[in-house]
């Protein structure tokens, strides 16, 4: 009698195992048509990625197209701004817009993009040597943006070219160029790709952009003893300077307590030197506007030589220019 009841037990016991198999397998099986039957209906829907994809890209394009074309319209109407303000705005908002739009083409083709990355691993160190000089510009450019080296309208110096930056991107800067020795534009661009930033010391002088330490040096002749007549030629710097001084030292206090920088004290200043062939040379450094630098250092020039000039006669050392010219002329021939 135990035993038939152990056996009616197990036989139960097996019966509900059984039971709850075929429940289980019919569940997966049910699972598994489920699956196979929402992917055959979604299948041309499926097939139509690519092309949805493409049709989000194109519009993604063509929005950011239009707010570009939009903020450059407005930021151009706003009279106002300086030109120099109104292509830092310019620039900005279409670098911006262009991350924006690498940022979402990156999202709509990324399961496109997985698996061309993919396949692309056996090619990935040729891709990179082939796109190496890109990647140091777009390095450069980060290190622009990071460390806020300079943006549009400054005044910038890198591997000897000086000029004022007009537009930047990702890759390349571009530079009006500046005349040697001055901030007379020449009227030539220079494209300096943004590795360029890596490598090369870059000089900002948008600092005194407005105004300037600007210094010049005058070399006149052995016949006259000018440093004899060193206060008469101070004088006649001080004069043509002193129009400019409290002009000068008002920008001066600006930018120091704007900057926080200490500048030099003395606007202007004389020294006396020679050559490396032995000629006085007068050394003039002064503090005043940029536009005034060109002004300035001729007035400057045209007093001195004048007293110099007066100075030889006086004397009776004959014409200066003419015992330069001809001690030119045998240096030459020596």
């Known amino acids: 009698m135990g035993d038939l009841v152990d056996r009616i037990k197990r036989g139960a016991i097996s019966w509900r195992f ?18 196979k039957t929402i992917l055959n209906e979604l299948r041309p829907y499926l097939e139509l990625l690519p092309a949805m994809d493409f049709v989000a890209s194109l519009a993604l394009v063509l929005v950011l197209f239009v707010i570009r074309f939009v903020a450059g319209h407005a930021i151009r109407s706003r009279t106002t701004a300086a030109p120099h303000v109104q292509r830092r705005w310019i620039a900005s908002v279409r670098n911006s817009l262009f991350l924006l739009g690498l940022f979402g083409l990156v999202l709509i083709w990324a399961p ?8 692309l691993t056996a090619v990935a160190v040729a891709v990179v040597i082939a796109t190496k000089e890109l990647i140091l510009c ?21 591997n000897g070219i000086h000029g004022e930056v007009i537009d930047h991107n990702m890759f390349a800067t571009t530079l009006h160029e500046f005349a ?4 007379n534009f020449t009227g030539r661009t220079a494209v300096i790709p943004n590795s360029a930033f890596l490598v090369q010391a870059m000089r900002n002088d948008s600092l005194t952009r407005n105004h300037v330490y600007h ?11 000018i440093y004899s007549e060193r206060a008469k030629v101070e004088e006649l710097v001080a ?6 001084r409290e002009e000068a030292l008002r920008a001066n206090q600006m930018l120091e307590r704007r900057f926080g920088v200490d500048l030099m004290d003395t606007l202007l200043r004389v020294d006396f030197r020679t050559s490396d062939i032995g000629k006085p040379r007068v050394e003039i450094t002064l503090f005043c506007a940029t536009h005034s630098t060109e002004a300035l250092q001729n007035d400057i020039t045209c007093a001195v030589m004048a007293y110099w000039h007066a100075v030889a006669s006086r004397e009776g050392l004959g014409d200066p220019a003419v015992d330069a010219s ?5 240096a030459v021939a020596g």
């Open 18 to 35: 059984q039971r709850r198999t075929d429940y289980a397998r019919q569940i997966a099986l049910n699972q598994a048509t489920l699956r």
């Open 112 to 119: 496109q993009l997985r698996t061309v990355a993919i396949s």
């Open 138 to 158: 777009f390095s450069g450019a980060l290190m622009r943006v990071s460390s806020s080296a300079f943006a549009v309208g400054d005044w910038i110096e890198v």
């Open 180 to 183: 040697p020795g001055s901030f």
């Open 215 to 225: 210094h010049f040096a005058l070399t006149l002749d052995r016949l006259v003893d």
């Open 239 to 244: 004069r043509h300077y002193e129009p400019f």
């Open 326 to 330: 001809e001690d030119a002329r045998a």
